[in-house]
T-cell receptor, first 116, second 115 residues
Framework: EPEVTQTPSHQVTQMGQEVILRCVPI?????FYWYRQILGQKVEFLVS????????KSEIFDDQFSVERPDGSNFTLKIRSTKLEDSAMYFC??????????????FGPGTRLLVL | AQKITQTQPGMFVQEKEAVTLDCTYD???????LFWYKQPSSGEMIFLIY??????QNATEGRYSLNFQKARKSANLVISASQLGDSAMYFC????????????FGSGTRLLVRP
C-alpha cells in the first residue's frame, strides 16, 4: 500500500541552525501539506502546496519557513533559523484530489524536531 | 471560521466493550468532510474513518463507526469491542471548502483500554 515517508525520524539541532525536513508523498498525489504538533497539543496546519506553489499558509508559517518540491518526488520544509519553540513533531501529508472533499489526507510518520 | 471541539481529554474503557468519543464542529461551509485519526504512542497519524456532510448514512469501517448528527453538528466516533491496541490519542478533524482544503483538528481524546 502506498505511503507517505519522512526523513529523518528525529532531528536534534542547536538554536539558530537551519534544518530541512524531507517528505516523499504518495506518488500520484498532487496536494501536499505540512502540519506541526507541539508535544501534548493538537495538530496545527502550517502550509499547503499545489502546482509548485503555496496555496495557503498559517500565521505560524512565517519568513523562517519555506517549502519546496525540488525534484517531483520530494517535498521539503526548511526552517532557516530554528527557535526553541520550533521543537515539535512535523507531519507531512498528501492527498490526490483536492476537489473531491472525500479524499483522505494521508500522513507520514512524522519528524520529531528538538531545538536546544 | 471552522472549529473542532473534543471535550473528553481522557477516557477509559474495559476491553471488549464499546466506547464513544465525542466531537462537535462549527463551520459555515455547506460541504465539508469529517475525519477521525488515531495517534498511538509511537506518534504516527493513522486515518480511521471519514464522513461527508452530504452522506445520509453513517460511515462504518470495521469496528469503527461514526455517529453523524448534522443538525447537532456532532460526529462522534464509536469503537466497538475495544482492544488493548486501541489505547491511543484520537483526533477529530474537519476539512472545509477553503482554498487549500486543510484539516482543522480538535484537541484530541486519550483512550485507555483496560484489560
Amino acid at each position: 500500500e502506498p505511503e507517505v515517508t519522512q526523513t529523518p525520524s528525529h532531528q536534534v539541532t542547536q538554536m539558530g541552525q537551519e534544518v530541512i525536513l524531507r517528505c516523499v508523498p504518495i506518488s500520484n498525489h498532487l496536494y501536499f501539506y505540512w502540519y506541526r504538533q507541539i508535544l501534548g497539543q493538537k495538530v496545527e496546519f502550517l502550509v499547503s502546496f499545489y502546482n509548485n506553489e503555496i496555496s495557503e499558509k498559517s500565521e505560524i508559517f512565517d519568513d523562517q519557513f519555506s517549502v519546496e518540491r525540488p525534484d517531483g518526488s520530494n517535498f521539503t520544509l526548511k526552517i532557516r533559523s530554528t527557535k526553541l519553540e520550533d521543537s515539535a513533531m512535523y507531519f507531512c501529508a498528501s492527498t490526490g484530489d483536492r476537489e473531491n472533499y472525500q479524499e483522505t489526507q494521508y500522513f507520514g510518520p512524522g519528524t520529531r524536531l528538538l531545538v536546544l | 471560521a471552522q472549529k473542532i471541539t473534543q471535550t473528553q481529554p481522557g477516557m477509559f474503557v474495559q476491553e471488549k466493550e464499546a466506547v464513544t468519543l465525542d466531537c462537535t464542529y462549527d463551520t459555515s461551509d455547506q460541504s465539508y468532510g469529517l475525519f477521525w485519526y488515531k495517534q498511538p504512542s509511537s506518534g504516527e497519524m493513522i486515518f480511521l474513518i471519514y464522513q461527508g456532510s452530504y452522506d445520509e448514512q453513517n460511515a462504518t469501517e470495521g469496528r469503527y463507526s461514526l455517529n453523524f448528527q448534522k443538525a447537532r453538528k456532532s460526529a462522534n466516533l464509536v469503537i466497538s469491542a475495544s482492544q488493548l491496541g486501541d489505547s491511543a490519542m484520537y483526533f477529530c478533524a474537519m476539512r472545509g471548502m477553503d482554498s487549500s482544503y486543510k484539516l482543522i483538528f480538535g484537541s484530541g481524546t486519550r483512550l485507555l483500554v483496560r484489560p
